[in-house]
Antibody
Framework: QVQLKESGPGLVQPSQTLSLTCTVS????????VHWVRQPPGKGLEWMGRMKYDGDTYYNSALKSRLSISRDTSKSQVFLKMNSLQTEDTAIYYC????????????WGQGVMVTVSS | DTVLTQSPALAVSPGERVTISCRASESVSTLMHWYQQKPGQQPKLLIYLASHLESGVPARFSGSGSGTDFTLTIDPVEADDTATYYCQQSWNDPYTFGAGTKLELK
């Protein structure tokens, strides 16, 4: 069955770099795009960017200067790196699957809570 | 960015019909999608491409609209539907979400 699972540090210091991994199963990264979405505590959802099935990447312009998404298809993993973290980057980070390249999300990981604090 | 405006909260009684609206600041064609999120859980896809019911989602849920005005309808509402509902557009880059409508049952 389709599964996505995020992993990474729960605590990051301000100005440091966040590195997250999304490990997927039940589908191929060469057939489906994977997106990252985040949600600050008690707030709404923000689309961050996507790794397209063909290896191209697209980013939210608000985050583009700080964000990088990559993948290792042999390990079925998608990676998120975001630098210069601030307290407002504290959020639950989700990876999601895009079922048909219309950029909605049919499967979501459980999410990983990242706190930016010294 | 395309701003999606939702009513912040609604309260209905079980068995009633409820409509949750989402208005876009510019046309998004029919690339509007709806999610349900319960506390402590990830969002769950309910409706995609404005009116298509996701597999496994009860037929009590339906969606309609095009352009700038969209509606999610739950009929009849059940106690388990207590949640926050988000709309999301994918016509304009960046893809954006509404702030969510919190549905409470009386």
């Amino acid at each position: 069955q389709v599964q996505l699972k995020e992993s990474g540090p729960g605590l990051v210091q301000p100005s440091q770099t966040l590195s997250l991994t999304c490990t997927v199963s039940g589908f191929s990264l060469m057939d489906y795009s994977v997106h990252w979405v985040r949600q600050p505590p008690g707030k709404g959802l923000e689309w961050m960017g996507r790794m397209k099935y063909d290896g191209d990447t697209y980013y939210n312009s608000a985050l583009k200067s700080r964000l990088s998404i990559s993948r290792d298809t042999s390990k079925s993993q998608v990676f998120l790196k975001m630098n210069s973290l601030q307290t407002e980057d504290t959020a639950i980070y989700y990876c999601t699957r895009d079922p048909d390249n219309n950029h909605y999300f049919d499967y979501w990981g459980q999410g990983v809570m990242v706190t930016v604090s010294s | 960015d395309t701003v999606l405006t939702q009513s912040p909260a609604l309260a209905v009684s079980p068995g009633e019909r409820v409509t949750i609206s989402c208005r876009a600041s510019e046309s998004v064609s029919t690339l509007m999608h709806w999610y349900q999120q319960k506390p402590g859980q990830q969002p769950k896809l309910l409706i995609y491409l404005a009116s298509h019911l996701e597999s496994g989602v009860p037929a009590r849920f339906s969606g309609s609209g095009s352009g700038t005005d969209f509606t999610l309808t739950i009929d009849p509402v059940e106690a388990d539907d207590t949640a926050t509902y988000y709309c999301q557009q994918s016509w304009n880059d960046p893809y954006t979400f509404g702030a969510g409508t919190k549905l409470e049952l009386k």
